[in-house]
């Protein structure tokens, strides 16, 4: 069986079951119904073939790919959209899942959720990896949920997912352009009618988009614009048929990888704090912004954080409180802009970069004497603060807690040092609040959950 000229995956069939879909996140999805959505579980079905390169995967971003070898699949996909044309913005975010924990999951949706909802941007996520189908190696132990990890959509609900084959990681970047296509053409979608398809993925996901952009999308053009949340200094490697990419060996043992800056579709790089740090390295991989690359770094933020994990974050200890999480916002602004950039529109605002020292240990942050990070998009929790939140982890030392960052509350005399009164720390919190949404790095419509972050108990009233 050879791959067609133009292949798009089929959609056609649907997975259905009194188990709704499996995505292993820590936060439950929103009730979409009482939003007027819908979700569906797919087959994505076709045959997709293989990119090679000779040598390593190059720094300079310009990956010349040639086609391998073709492979039947039936992955799935999940589909979260409005029921109604009119609530349908045109625009279709497909989002590569994460699999570092063991299991599909589907982080930029958590953050995203009520930006998609508002804005009746629908979602897409493909089960793009072979060890979310498979099984395989677990990248991160997250600890909760451990006992799931790795066994593959197959092991864990065979009754539902028994019939899906991966080929391999060496086929999943042609399936994601596959689905993106299909999608584009309305499959899986209601009727409904997609003017614009954008690429997104956290993390190991975001890796992946690295080479999806640098070498994949100048072959197919299937992208709108990319989403590049959360990448390390590296890019996923091509994979080989039958396994999946062992994600920490491969892309810790890579040189550092910018994103070409040749071609037309829009990319806004998304960073925590901790993405710059040496467990992923993102610092040896800035690159200057272009007239379509864009590079958003905020202070006070880390790569995971008690926003991911939900109800999950008290049962983690990391020997101090994990960071609390204010990039949620940064990051619901940022798909915002490139939605209207890649419609044509103007590009995301120049943001500052966070102060960083590189030396032969990899990066660091010079800090204030709260030990605030300088530097970068700063929102009101981290310009007005009331604990020093922090992308460097605490001092339980497991890769789970490295990523999660920290938080370190301000003692009662520091506090009063900064804010004489409540009611002044509120007036200082909230003209941060709409300064952070005039500059454009968070949204009018966040507004009243950015000032709900604000901490006014701690000081007496």
Not at 69 to 93: I, K, L, N, W
Not at 307 to 326: H, K, Q, R, Y
Not at 379 to 385: N, R
């Amino acid at each position: 069986m050879s791959a067609p000229a133009t292949r798009a995956a089929s959609l056609d069939e649907e997975i259905t079951g009194k188990h709704g879909p499996f995505l292993g996140s820590a936060v439950p999805a929103p009730d979409l119904a009482a939003h007027g959505w819908v979700e569906a579980e797919l087959v994505a079905e076709g045959v997709a073939l293989s990119y090679r390169h000779d040598g390593a995967l190059p720094g300079h971003g310009h990956l010349e790919l040639t086609e391998g070898p073709t492979a039947p699949f039936r992955t799935r996909v999940v589909v979260r959209r409005p029921a109604d044309a009119e609530a349908f913005s045109g625009t279709v975010v497909v989002e590569w899942l994460n699999v570092s924990g063991g299991l599909d999951a589907n982080p930029d949706f958590a953050f995203l959720a009520p930006e998609l909802l508002r804005t009746g941007v629908a979602w897409v996520g493909v089960s793009a990896q072979h060890i979310g189908v498979e099984g395989g190696v677990v990248a991160v132990d997250s600890g909760a949920g451990s006992d799931l990890a790795g066994v593959g959509l197959k092991g864990l609900v065979p009754t539902r997912y028994a019939t899906l084959s991966h080929p391999g990681d060496a086929f999943s970047y042609d399936i994601y352009t596959q689905v993106a296509r299909a999608v584009r053409d309305g499959a899986g979608m209601g009727g409904l009618a997609v003017e614009q398809v954008i690429a997104i993925g956290e993390s190991q996901s975001a890796f992946a988009l690295t080479t999806h952009i640098d070498g994949v999308h100048p072959l197919t053009g299937a992208f709108d614009g990319y989403l590049v949340h959360s990448r390390g200094r590296g890019a996923l490697p091509l994979g080989e048929p039958g396994t999946g990419i062992v994600v920490r060996e491969s892309v810790e043992s890579t040189v550092p990888v910018l994103i070409r800056t040749d071609q037309p579709v829009p990319v806004l790089v998304v960073e925590a704090e901790t993405d710059l740090l040496p467990v992923l390295g993102y610092a040896e991989a800035r690159q200057d912004d272009t007239d379509t690359v864009r590079l958003w770094e905020m202070a006070g933020t880390a790569h995971a954080d008690a926003s991911t994990l939900g109800a999950f974050a008290s049962m983690v200890d990391c020997g101090v409180p994990i960071n609390e999480g204010p990039q949620r916002f940064m990051v619901r602004a940022a798909l915002r802009h490139l939605v209207a950039w890649a419609a044509g529109g103007p590009p995301p605002p120049l943001a500052d970069r966070l102060v960083v020292d590189l030396g032969p240990e990899g990066a660091s942050f010079p800090r204030d004497a709260d030990g605030i990070a300088l530097g970068g998009i700063r929102l009101p929790q981290v310009s007005v603060p009331t604990s020093a939140l922090s992308g460097e982890p605490g001092p339980v030392d497991t890769l789970m807690c490295q990523l999660l960052g920290s938080t370190h509350a301000f003692t009662a005399e520091r506090l009063a040092e900064l804010y004489p009164s409540r009611d002044e720390y509120l007036r200082r919190y909230t003209e941060a609040t709409d300064a952070a949404i005039a500059a454009g790095f968070a949204l009018a419509e966040d507004r009243d959950e950015i000032l709900a972050d604000a901490h006014p108990e701690l000081l007496p009233g």
